[in-house]
T-cell receptor, first 116, second 111 residues
Framework: GAVVSQHPSRVICKSGTSVKIECRSL??????MFWYRQFPKQSLMLMAT?????????EQGVEKDKFLINHASLTLSTLTVTSAHPEDSSFYIC????????????FGPGTRLTVT | SQQGEEDPQALSIQEGENATMNCSYK?????LQWYRQNSGRGLVHLIL?????REKHSGRLRVTLDTSKKSSSLLITASRAADTASYFC???????????FGTGTSLTVIP
């Protein structure tokens, strides 16, 4: 089946630093990937749609300068949390759909970000 | 917000019992999907039901969809301790694969 990986799985950083999270589709190509964040015991909130070769589309209320998204290839999207603060601590999950199907989403295992 | 709601928020049952979770959403949909998430882990796709379907089965899972009421239910029959997880419904209101998740139901199955 389709596999999506994320790296790193867990990161701890100091306030003010930037953190990059990678999302890769391992055995399929995806023109579109999606980034979600999840606070403890809460649901997933869509942050942005990552489009290969073009700018990401951000959901209302998500700061595009804070959460930089780059979709450099059909198998890789990166999310950079810039000048991280403790309130950015969260579980970040990406997802992707194979080009052929378009319906089913495959989710990465998530990245736990802790900003101290 | 496009986020749907699920109830109950938490459900605790004995192994062998059935578990029913409900999801309500706000907009018209092409399809609705159910996912499961173990604590601190990624999501696992369980089942997809299209807007022109009313019921779908997959193993011990049964999903219903009522588009007139904008609601769906997930039934897990003969529950097992390994079914303990959070369950989310997700809709794609714009047809662009942007998923909006329900608030989730935390299921605990007691062995």
């Amino acid at each position: 089946g389709a596999v999506v990986s994320q790296h790193p799985s867990r990161v701890i950083c100091k306030s003010g630093t930037s953190v990059k999270i990678e999302c890769r589709s391992l055995d399929f190509q995806a023109t579109t990937m999606f980034w979600y964040r999840q606070f403890p015991k809460q649901s997933l909130m869509l942050m942005a749609t990552s489009n290969e070769g073009s700018k990401a589309t951000y959901e209302q209320g998500v700061e595009k300068d804070k959460f930089l998204i780059n979709h450099a290839s059909l198998t890789l999207s990166t999310l950079t949390v810039t000048s991280a603060h403790p309130e950015d601590s969260s579980f970040y999950i990406c997802s992707a759909s194979p080009l052929a199907t378009g319906y089913e989403q495959y989710f990465g295992p998530g990245t736990r970000l802790t900003v101290t | 917000s496009q986020q749907g709601e699920e109830d109950p928020q938490a459900l605790s049952i004995q192994e062998g019992e059935n578990a029913t979770m409900n999801c309500s959403y706000k907009t018209s949909i092409n399809n609705l999907q159910w996912y499961r998430q173990n604590s601190g882990r990624g999501l696992v796709h369980l089942i997809l039901i299209r807007s022109n379907e009313r019921e779908k089965h997959s193993g011990r899972l049964r999903v219903t969809l009522d588009t007139s009421k904008k609601s769906s239910s997930l039934l897990i029959t003969a529950s097992r301790a390994a079914d303990t997880a959070s369950y989310f419904c997700a809709t794609d209101p714009f047809g662009g694969n942007q998923f909006y998740f329900g608030t989730g139901t935390s299921l605990t199955v007691i062995p």
